[in-house]
């Protein structure tokens, strides 16, 4: 069975339409998307008489037609960010209420995720393929039920889901960061989150965990040290793990078959842990580049045959 | 969930606050990396040696300056990658991006990792030379500090020197970081001491100075003489301080490259980068490095022309270059300036800060390789083990196999072999060759990766209406073109002869054949490793 894995688009329309296409392209039997699915950056295009405004990389762009509009959205969405239409008085008005910001991402993020959710009905060959959503720690609490009530995916948190014969368990939340983001926990939390869902497993020689955050330690979790300003140390030469050490210890107290991992977008690789193969594919969403692993599961032998890092 | 507006009148974008952003790094540490990897004092002595005497009538001030205006270029090309593709792996990421899987891993191993195992023994020998030969002789053993200039002694050092480099893999950037950002303050400040002695000292201070110590030292009486008279029994004339003649002098700067190549040394350390100010930050650090490397060579030549002398000094590299030079260690201008004080206890402490610019900098011979091993093996085309890290002691202990192992075996034949010692440019050439392609790479940008290169901040520096990044990329193109178009036709580089370009050869014989067989071997095992960098088609 080849199963393709892939984490941390934040929200690039051009790596979801790459994901949906990844098990043609592979000949993969299904596809796993590990979480960190929304984006994190909104841009306005302001509305005006006969034509639309936009900052893009840094440069006012002013838009004539509905094409040129069309192209900048286009733009916008593969690169990971929102576009918001709204008129210069809007934009005024969302800088200045309390929360209107914030309400108007989550409006983007859901339709947006709506939109992506419809796209996936041709490329699934109408859910014949069985493809896996999560949620990541970045991610709004409002997408799972966007995701859960999609006909064509299936949403992973908290689930024991038959993948071909394996057991996959997926969990989303990651240990504390310095962003305060929405799916964190301190690391006791995170160790009975993770006993709850591998509670569900019945064979851990055929087990497939899908958390979002790596291991501690396995160098599928370094990340730039950063000083109390969040700025990287040392011009970004330190790196440090900040994996979850409740992760770890999951890992190498059940010995699953198979362990795949994101949050970490500079800590591709791969890790073999006792009898578990551990896995971050890393992401480069902003590049429109799909990196993910290929892994051929031997449903026989119950083992990862082979796996492949790709960049696609 | 808490959001921030970046813009000034009215936002250009909202940015909710989610994992990896941060703020950018400080110009002042990629700067520092910059300033220590352009390292003049290591790399700009040890070629400054040998290049005025293969170039009699050429100027090294002229060439230097002109060097440094050339990489300017290098450095805006290598901006516009960084901030395109920012992303750890540098050369690879881009080369295998844009130019393909088996492109950018022939040029990333050969760059990065194999031609590191001949930089192993020129660090040693900067070592023995820069280190322990002045440290000895100041000491009072002139035979201990020759000993040194042995090929055991070179051989020794280049041991010490890969223990140390790898060490220093070993334990990781974290301590050692900070330990590099007191080296260039320490080095800074010797550099400074350094420039008093030489701006309260007259020309006659010198040389009797120089010839007192040289007597003390070494027992070598009238040294300051016997130093003009042996380059000028050498068959050399030392041109006086000037900017002409300008064909002898650009053929310099393929010498110059040897040091003033790698304020890039740092670009496959950056992570993501958010905003188009960044281009400017990345810019600035590597820039200001480069441009700060110049100002202290343009002060040191000055100061020295004046001091010691300009004749003298290009005398004792002639001298020393010819074998003919009276005193029995490199004539390593710090020690000569220590000299202008006549107290051991100073003259050490002298030498042993200017060490600094040398111990803040070997930290970094292997680091860029362990990456590339890591990436190699991750991509399958190297086992899966060299990518494994020893679970007790935490050490990458394959790579670090891979990497020290051969350096070694080069070292016994640097030290060895007085033929292969004057190879020392191939280091140079090979990694030119890697930027090369780094350069074409950033040329071919925005045809191969239209949308990419519209949405980089990269594509929005112009001049004239014209981007500056892609004609940066044509002249850093036009700069390694030339130099390597020297390096093969003039015999005076010393890497156009037959043994030396078979051992280029045979880095790239070896890269190309690891790549083969790895697409053999693992296509028999069923994995395709035509797939890494296939593109998934978007429609």
Request: aromatic fraction near 12%; include cysteine.
């Amino acid at each position: 069975m080849r199963v393709f894995f892939a984490t941390d688009i934040h929200g690039s329309e051009i790596c979801w339409r790459k994901f949906l296409n990844a098990a043609s392209f592979y000949k993969a039997d299904a596809v796993i998307l590990g979480g960190d699915v929304t984006g994190k950056v909104m841009v306005p295009i302001t509305e005006h008489n006969g034509y639309w405004q936009v900052v893009l990389a840094g440069e006012t762009v002013r838009l004539d037609t509905r094409e040129e509009l069309a192209d900048a959205e286009r733009q916008i969405r593969n690169r990971g960010s929102y576009p918001a239409v709204m008129s210069p008085d809007e934009l005024t008005e969302l800088s200045k209420e309390e929360g209107a910001v914030d309400r108007r991402f989550s409006v983007e993020m859901i339709a947006s995720l709506d939109r992506w959710l419809d796209m996936a009905d041709g490329k699934l060959k109408g859910g014949e393929i069985p493809c896996l959503l999560n949620g990541g720690n970045d991610d709004i609490w409002e997408i799972d039920d966007v995701i859960d009530a999609s006909p064509y995916v299936t949403f992973g948190e908290g689930k024991l889901i038959d993948l071909g014969g394996f057991h996959l368990v997926s969990m989303g939340w990651t240990n504390p960061t310095p962003w305060d983001t929405f799916r964190e926990a301190p690391e006791e939390e995170l160790a009975a989150k993770i006993e709850a869902v591998a509670n569900l497993v019945p064979d851990m020689g055929r087990a497939i965990f899908n958390f979002h955050a790596p291991p501690y330690g396995s160098g599928l979790d370094d990340a730039p040290a950063l000083d109390a300003n969040l700025r990287p140390m040392h011009g970004g030469a330190v790196m440090k793990p900040v994996g979850s050490t409740a992760v770890s210890d999951a890992i190498v107290r059940h010995q699953p078959m198979l362990s795949v991992h994101g949050h970490i977008h500079e800590s591709r690789g791969i890790k073999k842990m006792g009898r578990t193969l551990a896995i971050n594919p890393g992401s480069v969403y902003g590049d429109g580049v799909l990196q993910g692993a290929l892994l051929e599961l031997d449903p026989k032998k119950g083992k990862v045959s082979k796996y492949l890092l790709v960049n696609g | 969930m808490a959001t921030e507006a970046l813009g000034d009148e009215r936002p250009a974008l909202f940015l909710r606050k989610a994992t990896g952003l941060v703020r950018g790094w400080n110009v002042r540490d990629s700067l520092i990396y910059a300033v220590l990897s352009t390292n003049f004092v290591t790399l700009g002595l040890f070629t400054f040696t040998y290049a005025g005497p293969s170039f009699p009538t050429g100027q090294l001030l002229t060439s230097v300056v002109i060097s440094a205006i050339l990489v300017s270029f290098l450095v805006v090309a290598y901006t516009g990658l960084i901030t395109t593709i920012p992303r750890a792996g540098g050369d690879y990421v881009w080369q295998t991006r844009i130019l393909g899987s088996g492109v950018g891993f022939v040029f990333a191993v050969t760059g990065w990792w194999f031609i590191l195992w001949l930089w192993a023994p020129i660090y040693g020998n900067i070592l023995a030379i820069q280190f322990f030969e002045p440290l000895w002789a100041t000491l009072g053993s002139p035979s201990g500090a020759a000993w040194f200039g042995t090929d055991n002694g070179i051989f020794v050092v280049s041991l010490i020197t890969i223990v140390l480099a790898g060490v220093l893999v070993s334990i990781g950037m974290a301590g050692y970081a900070r330990i590099q950002k007191w080296c260039i303050y320490g080095g800074l400040i010797g550099f400074a001491v350094i420039v008093v002695l030489l701006l309260i000292n007259s020309h006659a201070d010198f040389i009797a100075s120089f010839n007192q110590e040289a007597s003390k030292l070494f027992g070598v009486n009238h040294a300051y003489a016997a130093t003009n008279a042996a380059a000028v029994k050498a068959g050399y004339t030392a041109p006086s301080l000037g900017f002409g003649p300008l064909g002898a002098t650009l053929l310099l700067v393929p010498n110059m490259m040897f040091f003033i190549l790698w304020p890039n040394w740092g670009a496959s350390l950056y992570g993501e980068i958010r905003g188009a100010s960044d281009f400017k930050r990345v810019f600035r650090g590597m820039f200001f490095g480069l441009w700060i490397t110049t100002a202290l060579v343009v002060i040191f030549f000055l100061l020295m022309a004046k001091t010691f002398g300009w004749a003298f000094y290009q005398n004792a590299n002639a001298a020393f270059f010819n074998g003919t030079f009276p005193i029995p260690v490199w004539p390593y201008p710090f020690m000569f300036a220590g000299w202008l004080v006549h107290n051991a206890a100073f003259q050490v402490i002298l030498i042993l800060v200017m060490s600094l610019w040398f111990f803040g900098w070997v930290g970094t011979l292997f680091l860029s390789s362990t990456r590339v091993i890591f990436a190699a093996a991750f991509d399958r085309v190297l086992p899966d083990r060299a990518a494994e890290v020893s679970e007790k002691r935490k050490v990458p202990l394959y790579s670090l196999i891979l990497m020290l192992l051969p350096a070694v075996g080069l070292s016994a034949i640097y030290a060895y072999s007085t033929t292969f010692r004057t190879y020392t440019l191939d280091a140079t050439l090979v990694i030119a060759v890697t930027y090369l392609f780094s350069a074409i790479a950033v040329v071919l940008l925005p045809f191969i990766k239209k949308d990419l290169w519209r949405a980089s901040p990269a594509s929005k520096v112009k001049l004239l209406g014209v981007p500056i990044v892609p004609v940066s990329g044509v002249i850093t193109i036009l700069l390694l073109g030339f130099c390597l178009i020297a390096w093969l036709v003039n015999d005076n580089y010393f890497v156009n002869n037959p043994s030396s370009l078979i051992f280029m050869g045979a880095m790239y014989v070896l890269a190309i054949v690891l790549y083969v067989v790895a697409r053999v071997v693992r296509r028999r095992q069923g994995i395709d490793l035509g797939l890494i960098n296939k593109e998934i088609p978007v429609e």
